[in-house]
């Protein structure tokens, strides 16, 4: 069985920054591609940032130039570092993961933007 952690959500002020971290542990062979997914109130789950296991990235449109997707491969971890932060980026980020050609998701962290 595969688990993925998250951490690094909380409460900040519009222009601050926060990274979020999710490692994944147990039975892994290999992780492909990882992600960053977030969720706002009343709104649909949209995809946020992509990275492969070769480190190419991809990011939604509201968040290019402001959001960071990152990855250590030895740690079975992938980042996210937000900066310049706005109210709308408030809501639950997950993370998923592509773990030995099954996609696993973390149970979801809070960040609220918001003064």
């Known amino acids: 069985q595969v688990q993925l952690v998250e951490s690094g959500g909380g409460l900040v002020q519009p222009g601050g920054s926060l990274r979020l971290s999710c490692a994944a542990s147990g039975s892994i062979f290999r992780i492909n591609t990882m992600a960053w997914y977030r969720q706002a109130p009343g709104k649909q789950r949209e995809l946020v940032a992509t990275i492969t296991r070769d480190s190419r990235t991809n990011y939604a449109d509201s968040v290019k130039g402001r959001f960071t997707i990152s990855r250590d491969n030895a740690k079975n971890t992938v980042y996210l570092q937000m900066n310049s932060l706005k109210p709308e980026d408030t809501g639950v980020y997950y993370c998923?993961?592509?773990?030995?050609?099954?996609?696993?998701w973390g149970q979801g962290t809070q960040v609220t933007v918001s003064s």
């Open positions: 998923k993961m592509n773990v030995n050609w099954v996609e696993y």
